[in-house]
């Protein structure tokens, strides 16, 4: 309890109900390795907190942008809310840190997987609009966005995903199409890891994990893009909002005024597909 005192106190936030807020750092692994050991884990919460999160871009979205369409509007939040938006988001308030972790998970590199943090920062959100409200979570929230909502202020046409920017790319070099093959999943099904290769020509320019296989397709095109960056000078265009690994904020300096200036369902059990250039 003294450590989730503690992490209330530096993200700035009167938090009332410790326990909500401790249950929110509680990983399933936790729970399975060391029974009895906490209340709960926090799925439940990050259920909440998805939908918290969401409201809170989309307001601001429609808000910022009065003359953008449906799917525009969606665009822009989805460049903000996605596994590696909120994983971002969770790096600028340490929490990996906090997290309760089963050993093999935390060994595995848990605490910076960003699926995993982005799933601890839905829950985080879920937990403080329980003990909070909706007003202040909101606001807390808006702090700490307003890089990722600053940087999706841009032209549509910009707003687009690594695996429409590599598709994209690659048709206009060689008329190829990317494939995408997972190479390995690992894991029980709850915590299941996909590694995904990505092959132009029958060569692999990429590779990524995820908790899902569009996460892990998603990390491959990035890195996809990356070394055709470095083999060719014809510019790719770069994503509206950065997609490096979430950086960990340094103990004591996290909280809503110092935020760094910004960057699914589980697929089904086919091992190859074709890039159609969605997320």
């Known amino acids: 309890m003294a450590s989730a005192a503690a992490f209330a106190a530096r993200l700035g936030l009167p938090v009332g109900n410790l326990d909500l807020l401790e249950q929110a750092l509680v990983h399933a692994s936790y729970l399975h390795e060391h029974p009895g050991a906490a209340p709960g884990h926090n799925e439940r919460l990050e259920f909440l907190g998805d939908a918290v999160v969401n409201l809170v871009v989309s307001e601001a979205v429609y808000a910022r942008h009065p003359t953008d369409d449906e799917g525009l509007l969606s665009a822009r939040r989805a460049?903000?809310?996605?596994?590696?938006?909120?994983a971002r988001l969770a790096g600028r308030i340490g929490l990996g840190d906090e997290l309760r972790l089963g050993e093999g998970e935390a060994q595995r590199g848990g605490r910076r997987r960003p699926s995993l943090l982005a799933s601890a920062f839905e829950a985080l959100a879920g937990a403080l609009y329980l003990d909070l409200g909706f007003g202040p979570t909101r606001d807390w929230l808006l702090t700490l966005l307003e890089p990722d909502l600053a940087a999706v202020d841009l032209p549509g046409s910009v707003l687009k995903s690594?695996?429409?920017?590599?598709?994209?790319?690659?048709?206009?070099?060689?008329?190829?199409?990317p494939v995408y093959r997972v190479v390995e999943a690992t894991g029980p099904d709850h915590e299941k890891l996909f590694r995904v290769v990505v092959e132009v020509d029958g060569q692999?320019?990429?590779?990524?994990?995820?908790?899902?296989?569009?996460?892990?397709?998603?990390?491959?095109?990035?890195?996809?893009?990356?070394?055709?960056?470095?083999?060719?000078?014809?510019p790719i265009a770069g994503p509206t909002v950065p997609e490096a690994a979430p950086e960990t904020a340094a103990p004591g300096t996290a909280g809503p005024g110092t935020v760094a200036p910004a960057a699914a369902a589980p697929e089904g059990d086919e091992t190859t597909s074709t890039d159609t250039g969605g997320r």
């Open 204 to 234: 692999a320019v990429g590779f990524g994990t995820g908790r899902s296989r569009r996460d892990a397709e998603t990390e491959a095109a990035e890195a996809a893009l990356e070394t055709l960056r470095r083999r060719s000078a014809d």
């Open 79 to 86: 460049a903000i809310v996605s596994t590696g938006g909120l």
């Open 162 to 177: 690594p695996k429409s920017r590599l598709q994209e790319y690659t048709q206009r070099r060689s008329g190829a199409r």
